[in-house]
């Protein structure tokens, strides 16, 4: 059974930073696209970045582009998301996802497992 765990959201103010993570169990993780997705108050989840296997490719929603890095490890079964100069629109529940294939996805149905979320909240 998949298991996805994100950590790392939290409070901040705008322009902060915050990293989350996402430890990834019962697959075999260097094979699987990984990503992150969001989801606001009262709207829908949203794509954000996700990764190819090795790492070597990745893809930015337009709004994160140049604030937020998604990087991997697949020693630790672990990816990431680094997020710098935060805005308040950027306050979201923030998803793992594992893909069904090991390519880049960007969309809900590229993705097969999920996370429980963390919540991102950055004040003004």
């Known amino acids: 059974q998949v298991q996805l765990v994100e950590s790392g959201g939290g409070l901040v103010q705008a322009g902060g930073s915050l990293r989350l993570s996402c430890v990834a169990s019962?697959?075999?993780?260097?094979?699987?696209?990984m990503g992150w997705f969001r989801q606001a108050p009262g709207k829908e989840r949203v794509f954000v970045a996700a990764i190819s296997r090795s790492g070597g490719s990745t893809s930015y929603a337009d709004s994160v582009k140049g604030r937020f890095t998604i990087s991997r490890d697949n020693a630790k079964n672990t990816m990431y998301l680094q997020m710098n100069k935060l805005k308040p629109e950027d306050t979201a529940v923030y998803y793992c996802?594992?893909?069904?294939?090991?390519?880049?996805?960007?969309?809900?149905?590229?993705?097969?497992?999920w996370g429980q979320g963390t919540q991102v909240t950055v004040s003004s």
């Open positions: 019962g697959l075999t993780f260097s094979n699987s696209g």
């Open positions: 996802a594992a893909g069904r294939t090991f390519f880049i996805a960007t969309t809900e149905s590229g993705f097969g497992s």
